[in-house]
């Protein structure tokens, strides 16, 4: 049982630590990919009034 634990343990927190980097070094690209993260919440869509996803996905493209 404390094996299982350990492992389990083990896995949450190598699993954790792996979101914190980006896999480009490119500055423009994370700058736009956060971006686009962040547009929906900054704006809404005028024909919907709901967050603006598209424009975040524009940015999203833009990055790759």
């Known amino acids: 049982m404390k094996t299982f634990l350990f492992f389990l343990t083990?896995?949450?927190t190598g699993s954790?630590?792996?979101q914190?980097?980006?896999s480009t070094k490119s500055k423009k690209?994370?700058?736009l990919f956060e971006l686009g993260?962040?547009?929906p919440n900054l704006s809404l869509d005028p024909t919907t009034n709901?967050?603006?996803f598209r424009?975040?996905?524009e940015y999203i493209e833009k990055a790759i």
Request: glycine share 10%; proline share 5%; hydrophobic share 40%.
């Open 55 to 57: 424009k975040g996905i």
């Open 16 to 18: 954790s630590f792996s």
């Open 50 to 52: 709901l967050p603006n």
């Open 29 to 31: 690209a994370i700058k």
């Open 37 to 39: 993260q962040k547009e």
């Open 20 to 22: 914190y980097g980006y």
């Open 10 to 12: 083990l896995l949450i």
